[in-house]
């Protein structure tokens, strides 16, 4: 048999459904792992071995009484650390929740344990999901497994190294403005933003809450698949959830078929600022999923080119209202208590020292941009804004199944380079906002390395709201058919770790 | 154009307050005052503040937001930031707002603004009493903790 930690979800599935596996062995084989590497890639913050082994060993016991189990039962997961889990810390990569136990479980925490998946521990972010790398962390960064030197991509960057590092098959992050697909891209893996509402918000530390969208990970669609399926579908506790059936998405990965398919070429998500091997690897998924039958055309959307400032505009506005929360009273870091001071001066310097940089600055933006005087100039029409590109979004749909565009505008850059830079920072997220903003679905899948650098870069697949399993016919076929290509999976060339 | 020195927060904030009177508008928007005419009402002045030309006139005094403005925003925000953060932080911030002020060259006249994408509106759950936290479980993770309450610093002033 393969190597446990080197098997797809599906595979593990099918192993111990067959017994041929334990998943008491399946887990230790991925804690050995993370043992192993962890130290470089630092995907975790917290590693939850006991339990991990307890919970697995349960699973045993109830596959050995006969009890029927999910397809994912005893498949380990890592589990992004801004999902509140009881008995393990919740921290969203802050010094503010540093050591905090939630006193509850998120609605996909609780889904994941059900499905019988296997905690294995909580992965790096940037600090409460703002960034695009992991180096807003304020437990350093994580590595990329491709090249040490180079960042994973972010917000849910940890859970993107994880994955790609085979610590683990799967994974959890969150999507406020490209978290999980930009990860992904430039990881080499798949991740999916679902359609909004689609996935529960309920104990998800919120930092922008019309955008923040849960979603799965894993080395292959079809394994993400099954993740996305495991953790999706309506949940009263979250005000703004869909209550509408899960799309068919495994089924979908199942079917790879785009035959017939009417696939959009974004206009506006190309061209300069892009980078060239980023480009003509884009291009060339496009030709291949024309040859595989699909109707390719190109579609503008006018208004995409403000997305990103839209973006600025909102997701600070809604992040400086939903931080208000940490106050220093009822749970998380409290810092200058001594008596005299009053309550909003332990506040501000309880908040001074608890948040890092970039949280301030978007604290600060935000607390600018809905200031009387300025709301209407700047939050005000950057709603106006999300308006016009979801018409964008509603007429390229009247024409096509789905859009496409690279996933990120280039690979995964250097540990460092844009670190005190944010504006080069947010381009990063440049072609997945879109999505966000409008609340619809989207995929990232590996679809070649740039010539230049070697490193991975992602197709973009865009689906309208409740129409993920688009995506994952998309990118199953486009995936099927680059691994034949290949003759492997594109994970296979990374040396990072070597 | 706009002197620098009216920083538009602090305009603003002085128009609110403003009682109306001549010697009001005199001392804290001299130019403004110029430019809408001695019986302005602050509303208008404050409307004023948002058209494109005073946006354009601001533009080109060269700064979207100076340090004292961000000190400011900071103090609104409960954050204590030091004197090394401010001076970081404010020019950070003013060229992310030259940047994100790019939404206002779209041509948005009459469209609706969306708050969120869903559409839903006024959610409710049925009326049934749930399980909630217990007393324990919800003062496990505070700072402080006296006679089953969170304990704070104090909230009034001395006297």
């Not at chain 1, 990569?93 to 059900?114: F, V």
């Not at chain 1, 830079?421 to 619809?440: E, H, K, Q, V, W």
């Not at chain 2, 954050?79 to 953060?85: F, M, Q, T, V």
């Not at chain 2, 839903?120 to 759950?125: E, G, I, Y």
Request: aromatic share 6%; hydrophobic share 40%; glycine share 8%.
């Amino acid at each position: 048999m393969t190597e446990l930690t080197r098997m797809t979800a599906a595979e593990l599935s099918a192993a111990l459904a067959a017994g041929e596996v334990s998943a008491a062995e399946v887990t230790l084989a991925h804690l050995d792992r993370i043992a192993a590497v962890d130290s470089r890639v630092h995907a975790f913050l917290h590693v939850a071995a006991d339990r991990a082994l307890a919970a697995a060993e349960d699973i045993d016991k109830r596959r050995r009484a006969g009890e029927p189990l999910g397809p994912l039962a005893g498949v380990p997961i890592a589990v992004k650390d801004v999902f509140t889990t009881v008995g393990l810390p919740t921290t969203c990569g802050s010094r503010i929740l540093e050591g905090w136990h939630p006193p509850y479980d998120a609605t996909i925490t609780a889904r994941l344990k059900q499905a019988g998946t296997i905690i294995l521990g909580k992965t790096n972010m940037d600090e409460f999901a703002m960034g695009s790398s992991t180096e807003n962390s304020a437990f350093g960064p994580s590595r990329n497994p491709w090249d040490l030197s180079r960042v994973p991509g972010g917000s849910s960057g940890g859970s993107a190294a994880a994955v790609a590092a085979y610590e683990a098959p799967l994974a959890i992050g969150t999507d406020t403005g490209g978290s999980i697909r930009q990860p992904a891209a430039v990881c080499g893996i798949v991740g999916t933003k679902p359609t909004y509402g689609g996935s529960s918000r309920y104990g998800v530390v919120a930092f922008a809450s019309s955008l923040d969208t849960p979603g799965p990970f894993g080395r292959t669609v079809l394994d993400a698949a099954l993740l996305h399926e495991a953790m999706s579908g309506y949940d009263p506790m979250d005000s703004t959830s869909i209550d509408a059936p899960v799309p068919p998405v495994v089924a979908a990965a199942r079917q790879a078929d785009v035959s017939g398919m009417r696939i959009g070429v974004v206009t506006e998500l190309s061209g300069a600022g892009y980078q060239p091997g980023v480009l003509s690897r884009f291009a060339e998924a496009v030709e291949l999923l024309e040859s595989l039958g699909a109707k390719v055309t190109e579609v503008s959307c006018p208004h995409f080119s403000y997305a990103l400032p839209a973006y600025y505009l909102i997701a600070p506005s809604e992040c400086s209202s939903n931080l208000a929360r940490f106050d220093a009273m009822r749970y998380g870091l409290r810092v200058g208590d001594d008596g005299v001071r009053d309550a909003e001066e332990v506040m501000a310097l309880t908040r001074e020292r608890g948040f890092g940089a970039e949280v301030k600055r978007r604290i600060i933006l935000g607390t600018y941009a809905l200031s009387s005087g300025y709301y209407d100039a700047y939050y005000g029409k950057a709603q106006q804004v999300r308006t016009l590109i979801i018409q964008d979004f509603d007429a390229a749909f009247g024409q096509v199944d789905v859009l496409v565009s690279p996933a990120t505008p280039t690979t995964a850059f250097p540990i460092g380079e844009r670190a005190d830079d944010p504006m080069a920072m947010y381009l990063a997220d440049l072609c997945t906002i879109p999505s966000d903003l409008a609340g619809n679905a989207a995929i990232s899948v590996p679809c070649g390395r740039a010539p230049e650098d070697g490193l991975p870069v992602g197709l973009h697949v865009m689906a309208p709201a409740l129409a993920d399993d688009r995506l994952y016919r998309v990118a199953a076929a486009a995936e099927a058919a680059l691994a034949g290509q290949w003759g492997h999976p594109l994970l296979a060339e990374a040396k990072g770790l070597d | 154009m706009i002197p620098k020195i009216l920083h538009r927060t602090r305009i603003f904030q002085d128009l609110l307050r403003c009682p109306g009177t001549t010697a009001c508008h005199r001392s804290t928007v001299p130019r403004l005052h110029r430019d809408v005419g001695r019986r302005a009402a602050c509303a208008t002045v404050a409307t004023l503040l948002l058209t494109a030309r005073y946006r354009r006139a601001h533009k080109m005094a060269g700064m979207s937001i100076t340090r004292d403005e961000v000190a400011h925003l900071a103090r609104l925000s409960r954050i204590a930031l030091s004197d090394a953060e401010l001076d970081h932080l404010a020019p950070q911030l003013d060229q992310i707002i030259t940047a994100v002020a790019q939404v206002q060259e779209v041509a948005a006249e009459g469209i609706p603004p969306t708050s969120h994408a869903t559409g839903l509106t006024n959610v409710f759950r049925d009326d049934v009493p749930i399980t909630c936290l217990t007393p324990e479980q919800a003062l496990d993770q505070a700072p402080a903790v006296e006679q089953q309450r969170f304990r704070v610093p104090r909230i009034l002033g001395e006297d």
